[in-house]
């Protein structure tokens, strides 16, 4: 089983930079997705960006130009680079990586989740 440990939030003024985080217990195989996901209180969790090895990234059409996903070679850490934050980006974020050995191998993990509070 693996665990995926997130860092990098905190509270940052509007306008500022950010850099999550997202590190693997382990090297994974296998892997369609990866990417970050947030949840504001009080309503639903969206996704922000993923990244598809060999496919290329998804990101929200309000994060886009702004945050860049990005992963490391060994394929055991996820960023989020986030940049010109505003007070509509606080939210919890939570690091997501899928994928599978074989199909009778499939796997869905998910982080603790890292709060970003943004204030104006």
């Known amino acids: 089983q693996v665990q995926l440990v997130e860092s990098g939030g905190g509270l940052v003024q509007a306008g500022g930079s950010l850099r999550l985080s997202c590190a693997a217990s382990r090297r994974l195989r296998g892997i369609s997705d990866m990417g970050w996901y947030r949840q504001a209180p009080g309503k639903q969790r969206e996704k922000v960006a993923t990244?598809?090895?060999?496919?290329?990234?998804y990101y929200l059409d309000s994060v886009r130009g702004r945050f860049t996903i990005s992963r490391d070679n060994a394929e055991n850490t996820v960023y989020l680079e986030m940049n010109n934050l505003k007070p509509e980006d606080t939210a919890v974020y939570y690091c997501?990586?899928?994928?599978?050995?074989?199909?009778?191998?499939?796997?869905?993990?998910w982080g603790q989740g890292t709060q970003v509070t943004v204030s104006s």
């Open positions: 990244i598809t090895p060999g496919a290329g990234t």
């Open positions: 997501n990586v899928r994928g599978a050995v074989v199909v009778e191998r499939m796997y869905d993990y």
